[in-house]
């Protein structure tokens, strides 16, 4: 029998790992608090802020995909920016740099907690701290960007499918910059929706 969070007791690890995708089991972890004892229970409500520039910032950055990627009628884009609802998914992009600003501010938080239950700071800490964050990333990062540079482009055919490896043009030379997740930095100057995956940047 499933429990209220969603795991089954009496299964196989295998059950309760697909268990744990249900949306009563996301529902729950979403609508619960991440605060430790110590924490300050204000510190959810700049969650929650958080995860809403993450969901508009998802809708801005997959509408920009879709519109950088081949289109059969290129008046078609021009169609969408004549609607209200694709005119605020668009500007959505201005909640990229709030979920970086909560993103760093929660990051500093859990730095300072550190400092103040230590009574120091290491650099073995920050390596760590560091270290978790990018084992998150990393993994699933990596995946979408060798599967879109290298699978994506040819999956298609067509008289304007060549448009589809336009977002990494310059993968060939800067590949290696994405992969060190400074490819935001390195190289200092790409045409906009050009380069080598350019919509990383917030990551």
Do not use: H
């Amino acid at each position: 029998m499933l429990s209220k969070w969603g795991k089954n007791e009496g299964s196989n690890s295998v059950s309760a790992w697909l268990v744990s995708f249900s949306l009563s089991r996301c529902w729950d972890s979403l609508a619960s608090s991440r605060c430790k004892l110590w924490d300050n229970r204000e510190l959810d409500l700049i969650e929650g802020f958080k995860f809403f520039c993450f969901f508009l910032a998802q809708l801005c950055l997959t509408a920009q995909f879709l519109m950088c990627t081949q289109t059969i009628n290129p008046w078609t884009i021009e169609k969408f920016f004549q609607e209200v609802a694709f005119t605020i998914v668009i500007s959505s992009n201005l909640m990229c740099e709030a979920f970086v600003a909560f993103s760093g501010f929660f990051g500093a938080y859990r730095l300072f907690l550190l400092y103040d239950a230590n009574g120091s700071f290491s650099f073995k800490e920050y390596a760590k701290y560091v270290g978790r964050k990018y084992f998150r990333l990393a993994p699933a990062f990596y995946v979408l960007f060798f599967v879109s540079w290298a699978v994506f482009p040819r999956l298609g055919a067509g008289p304007i499918w060549y448009q589809a490896s336009y977002m990494f043009q310059d993968c060939d030379k800067y590949w290696w910059s994405q992969l060190l997740f400074i490819g935001n930095i390195y190289p200092y100057f790409s045409a906009p929706n050009a380069g080598c995956f350019f919509w990383s940047w917030i990551i």
